[in-house]
C-alpha cells in the first residue's frame, strides 16, 4: 500500500519510480475559528523533486482515510500510441478522474466506447449503444462480445436508459461499472488499433525480406 509520508515508500505518481520519502509536512486545515478532521500532507520525492499531496480524512473514533489529491493519476496503463488520439484523451480523462467521480468517469467512458464501435466498429452513429453493441457482435471474438455484453448489465442499461441513449449522461452509477468500462476499451483497443498495427509492422518486414530475395511480396 502507498505510504505517502516522511519515510513513508510509495511508487511516485510524477516519475513512476518507488521511493522513501524523507521530506516533507502536515498541515491541519481550519476553517475560520474551527479546525477541521482534514489534513494536507506533502511530500517531496527524492527522485524526481515532484510535490505530492493528499488530503487526510481523520474523523473521531473513525480510521483515516487518505486520498491523493496531486498529481491525479489513474494508475491505469498508458493507452498505446496506435490509439487515436481523441480516443485516447477521453479514455485518459475518464482514467484520470475515475478516483474522484465514478459518474463522471462512467460518462466520459461509454461516450468513448460509443466513439470506438462507431469509427472502428462501423456501428451506426444514430443507434443507442445497446444496439451499437449488438450491431459489432459478429466480427468480435466470443470474450470480448461477453465483456461488452457486461457493460449493460452492471451498468444496468434497464433501469438506467439515459446511460443508453444518451451516452455522455452523468448519472448514478452501479458499483465496478466506470471500472468495467475501462477494461473494455483496453481490450477493444487491442482488438481494433494495437494487433492490427502489429500484424501491419510485421507484414512490412516480411515484405522487406521478400523484396531483398527477389521474390513476390504478400
Known sequence: MDDYSVEGSARCPHCGISVQFTKGGTEDLQVGPYWTDYS???VDCPHCHGIVITLIHHPKGESSRETLI???NSKRAPVSPEVPPAIKADYDEAALILPLSSKGSAAISRRCLET???SAG???PEKKLSQQIDEVGSQLPGY???MLDQ???IGNFAAHPDKDATTAAIIDVEPGEAEWNLDVLDEL???YYVKPAAIMRTTDQLNEKLKAAGKRTI
Open 116 to 118: 470506438v464501435l462507431v
Open 40 to 42: 494536507l500532507r506533502w
Open 144 to 146: 470480448l462480445v461477453k
Open 189 to 191: 483497443f487491442d482488438f
Open 70 to 72: 496531486y498529481p491525479l
Open 122 to 124: 462501423r456501428a451506426t
Open 151 to 153: 457493460v449493460r448489465t
